[in-house]
């Protein structure tokens, strides 16, 4: 005989789960509700053109972030989140579009000028290891494993 009832009753007990977990997760606005445990502004730091798309250092101690407009990549101290300080800025000879971290390497997708694998060991002083030229531009990246 075929179960026709609607998939939310047929387990009841992981419905529930989801819903509990989706009320958790919902989006709401802590700072109109008082909730002094939400995300607030601590600093900003002023960039010369535009700061995009960031990632952090696996240790958590500098912020990458691209720079299209200037065609370069910023690298920023936060060991003290309250007063963030510039380290550099490495020029990438195109539009950088993306930044991916995995360890002390970063990887840079560019439009025009393809990958470009650049050693952060050393934050104030990043050198590019590496350029992947496929011809084409590597606008977005992902990483895996």
């Given at each position: 005989m075929r179960n026709t009832r609607p998939a939310l009753f047929r387990r009841p007990l992981q419905a529930l789960l989801g819903a509990a977990l989706c009320a958790l997760f919902l989006p709401t606005d802590l700072a109109a509700q008082g909730n002094?445990?939400?995300?607030?502004?601590?600093t900003s730091l002023g960039v010369d053109g535009v700061a995009e798309i960031a990632a952090v250092t696996p240790d958590g101690r500098t912020?990458?972030?691209?720079?299209?407009?200037?065609?370069?990549?910023?690298?920023?101290?936060?060991?003290?989140?309250?007063?963030?300080?510039?380290?550099?800025n490495l020029?990438?000879?195109?539009?950088?579009?993306?930044?991916?971290?995995?360890?002390?390497?970063?990887?840079v997708g560019t439009y025009g000028?393809?990958?470009?694998?650049?050693?952060?060991l050393d934050p104030?002083?990043?050198?590019?290891?590496?350029?992947?030229?496929?011809g084409e531009s590597i606008p977005y990246l992902a990483l895996s494993g």
């Open positions: 002094p445990k939400g995300f607030r502004r601590i912020l990458l972030y691209t720079n299209s407009d200037k065609g370069e990549i910023g690298l920023v101290d936060i060991t003290r989140p309250a007063s963030p300080q510039v380290l550099s020029p990438t000879t195109s539009n950088a579009r993306d930044v991916v971290v995995f360890g002390h390497y970063v990887f000028a393809g990958l470009l694998i650049v050693d952060v104030e002083a990043p050198s590019v290891v590496d350029v992947i030229s496929p």
